[in-house]
Nanobody
Framework: QVQLVESGGGLVQPGGSLRLSCAASGFTFSSSATSWYRQAPGKERELVAAITSAGGSTNYADSVKGRFTISRDNAKNTVYLQMNSLKPEDTAVYYC?????????WGKGTLVTVSS
């Protein structure tokens, strides 16, 4: 059974940092490209960052380039999103996504609130 469990969200002040984690199980994590998406209230879900299965290539939404870093540890079956210089517009539920045999699987999300 595929499981993706996000953690690390919370309330942070503008300019602060958070590190999100997504623990994966039930599939061969090292063979799956993974991504972080987010969905703000009243908005569509959008891609934030993606990383290839071996971690050799990443890409980012323009809005987070230079502030967020996606990484993965295949030995721990975990993908991370380091978020620095957070802005109020980064407030959203953040979701982990994994591509397994051409299908996308989602976690339940973790809420990030950036507010003073």
């Amino acid at each position: 059974q595929v499981q993706l469990v996000e953690s690390g969200g919370g309330l942070v002040q503008p300019g602060g940092s958070l590190r999100l984690s997504c623990a994966a199980s039930g599939f061969t994590f090292s063979s799956s490209a993974t991504s972080w998406y987010r969905q703000a209230p009243g908005k569509e879900r959008e891609l934030v960052a993606a990383i290839t299965s071996a971690g050799g290539s990443t890409n980012y939404a323009d809005s987070v380039k230079g502030r967020f870093t996606i990484s993965r540890d295949n030995a721990k079956n975990t993908v991370y999103l380091q978020m620095n210089s957070l802005k109020p517009e980064d407030t959203a539920v953040y979701y982990c996504n994994a591509i397994i045999r051409g299908l996308g699987y989602w976690g339940k999300g973790t809420l990030v609130t950036v507010s003073s």
